[in-house]
């Protein structure tokens, strides 16, 4: 794992401080070394976290007569296969290294080569002959990459921050991504929330042409809903595919453990590493708190005992928690409103002082179908079937029947969403469900967003238009893989992991094992209230029944009832006090007092608008 940058500018004529410059932003990513290449305008360098070839992997990294160099951000876990398969092709190589087959790979193949590689990555490839810079991102978008293009120079780095570095890029904020941010909480690819700075959409390559000055993107992977296996038969081929791709993912010359939540996907995950290991080898990380409701750590302790791991555990107080909350925010390059990026970064601080890599059950809920949104499309689908006075007169006893909670208020905004979006197409829907700010309301809490930045959904209609499938539940988690999870989560666990110079490694995302489940029946994955059927019925082959069927909790922080008790002080102050000039105050400082006042659970919006406000003052201005 590392943190790579780079640019072309001929015009520059310091391009080594320069690049030293954008390394430095990133050197929490790759602590171990640095390394770079200054050829005739184009300089790409690295800040490398060592975890595969700790002697010989050092980068750039180039063929055998140099022509073509490499930088990457991530891992390719099949390079041993790769490896045996070029060195037949008569490619010599130098280093024991991953990345080293990524050269002669695109040596063999040009960009064909991305189809071959199995991994998470995003990488700058130096063609010196045909005078192009190649870039490319892996499927599911697990590692970052940020660039910009304007006026005959080009920039990328694996964070944002290394880009601001540049002269000629500026923090100029854009408003339609500020926009986009208020209602997803997140910036969804291929914007970003400055002016000129985008990412390169997941599954997808970049070509830049350093002669002719031109960019062109392509996309060389994506879902593939359409095929179907027959139902009930994807158990046993699910199984063989995650030990695989958890077998894959054990390969590290450098300390490697697991995240272990409780959860049914990270429990899994180490019951499949318990089978290809000793158990008594395997480091297991869990966190929790002194708030009963966000605990999980009885259950991450139960599984760990079954298995017999080597088990660390810490509780965080309260007080510890909201202690980092601005520290953890305030390194974000822009703004991302999941609370749960607070404990990620606790958890991933915690056990980088014993590993370098940890295996996680990121993805299972995606991939699986594991949220229970999938399970209510049926009834909002018979909800708008109702007369429309009808559905006036239900809303209000609705309504009445879910009391306003602060311990876990999951259910808070659920039902007020489930109405609030009535009539609405499901793919909509299914986003807006996970929504802070519906766009009608942006008008009233922020001064950038007009008329033309109002339509919020246009992300979840372009890939709406690109799923291949015919079931609505498919296309609900192709959309929830594209947004949420690339845009999202997988941000939060890069960011907060590498923070703390640790690589998180996610065997729910292995190709294959995505492959596979999009074949399976969405009848497999989400029937009634039951969620995850086949990966249940799997997981009790490795975890006790009343673990594989408990109630999912999730991982947050009780950021509703903190505000309601006024103990996250700083929020307050910064809603008064921001100079943030496209927020109004006046309309935040209400969504609070009636927080507070508990006439309605705002949590939702003023983390958001927090978080957005924290994010200005590093970055913004």
Not at 65 to 92: F, M, P, Q
Not at 126 to 143: H, N, T
Not at 238 to 263: C, H, I, K, M, Y
């Amino acid at each position: 794992m590392c943190g790579i940058a780079g640019f072309h500018n001929p015009r520059e004529e310091e391009p080594g401080k320069v690049l030293e410059r954008m390394l430095g932003r990133v050197r929490h990513r790759g602590p171990d070394e640095n390394g770079a290449l200054l050829d005739n305008g184009v300089a790409i360098g690295i800040r490398r976290l060592s975890i595969i070839d700790l002697s010989t992997g050092q980068q750039p990294i180039s063929n055998e007569d140099g022509s073509i160099t490499a930088v990457c951000n991530g891992e390719i876990y099949n390079y041993r296969e790769l490896t045996n398969w070029l060195s037949r092709k008569g490619h010599a190589f130098s280093t024991r290294s991953d990345v080293e087959s990524i050269v002669h790979a695109y040596e063999e193949e040009g960009t064909q080569c991305l189809k071959r590689l199995r991994g998470m990555f995003s990488f700058c490839l130096y063609d010196k002959r045909r005078r192009l810079l190649f870039f490319a991102r892996d499927r599911l978008g697990k590692k970052p990459f940020h660039y910009y293009e304007s006026g005959g120079r080009f920039a990328f780095a694996s964070e944002i921050k290394s880009l601001l570095e540049l002269p000629f890029i500026t923090r100029g904020i854009d408003a339609r991504s500020l926009a986009k941010y208020l209602v997803y909480g997140f910036v969804p690819a291929p914007r970003s929330i400055f002016k000129g700075i985008k990412k390169l959409l997941p599954g997808h390559y970049l070509i830049h042409d350093l002669a002719r000055g031109t960019c062109r993107t392509g996309q060389y992977w994506d879902f593939d809903y359409s095929l179907k296996d027959e139902p009930g038969r994807g158990e046993a081929a699910l199984e063989d595919a995650l030990v695989d791709a958890v077998r894959s993912r054990l390969v590290a010359d450098a300390p490697l453990g697991a995240f272990l939540s409780g959860g049914i996907d990270s429990s899994l995950i180490v019951g499949m590493m318990a089978r290809l290991m000793p158990a008594s080898r395997i480091k297991t990380f869990s966190i929790g708190f002194d708030e009963k409701a966000y605990d999980e750590s009885e259950y991450a302790g139960a599984v760990a005992e079954r298995y017999g791991t080597d088990h660390h555990m810490k509780v965080f107080r309260g007080d510890e928690c909201m202690s980092v909350i601005d520290e953890t925010l305030g390194r974000l390059d822009e703004p991302l409103s999941d609370p749960s990026l607070v404990p990620t970064y606790l958890l991933s601080r915690f056990a980088s002082g014993r590993i370098k890599v940890a295996l996680s059950g990121d993805g299972g809920d995606e991939i699986f179908g594991g949220y229970p949104k999938y399970c209510i499309h049926r009834y909002a689908r018979l909800y708008d079937s109702i007369p429309g006075f009808l559905r006036k007169n239900i809303a209000h006893g609705l309504t009445a029947l879910v009391p306003l909670k602060y311990e876990n208020p999951v259910m808070n905004n659920k039902m007020r969403k489930f109405l609030e979006c009535s009539g609405l197409s499901p793919e909509h829907k299914n986003q807006l469900w996970t929504s802070n700010f519906m766009a009608h309301e942006l008008e009233s809490i922020s001064s950038l967003a007009g008329p033309q930045d109002l339509d919020c959904m246009e992300e979840v209609d372009f890939w709406g238009g690109l799923f291949r499938g015919d079931d609505l539940i498919d296309k609900m988690m192709y959309l929830d893989s594209k947004l949420m999870l690339a845009d999202m989560y997988l941000v939060k666990v890069d960011r907060a992991s590498m923070m703390n110079s640790l690589e998180v490694r996610s065997p729910f995302l292995d190709q294959e094992v995505v492959a596979l489940a999009s074949r399976m029946p969405s009848a497999d994955k989400v029937r009634g209230l039951t969620t995850k059927r086949t990966l249940r019925r799997l997981a009790l082959k490795y975890l006790p029944e009343d673990l594989v069927y408990r109630k999912k909790t999730g991982f947050g922080l009780p950021i509703a009832r903190w505000l309601r008790e006024g103990r996250i002080k700083q929020v307050e102050e910064m809603l008064a006090c921001s100079t943030a000039p496209f927020i109004n105050r006046k309309a935040a400082l209400g969504l609070l007092r009636e927080h507070k006042s508990g006439g309605a659970d705002n949590s939702g919006k003023i983390w958001n608008l927090y978080v957005l406000l924290r994010w200005y003052e590093g970055y913004g201005r």
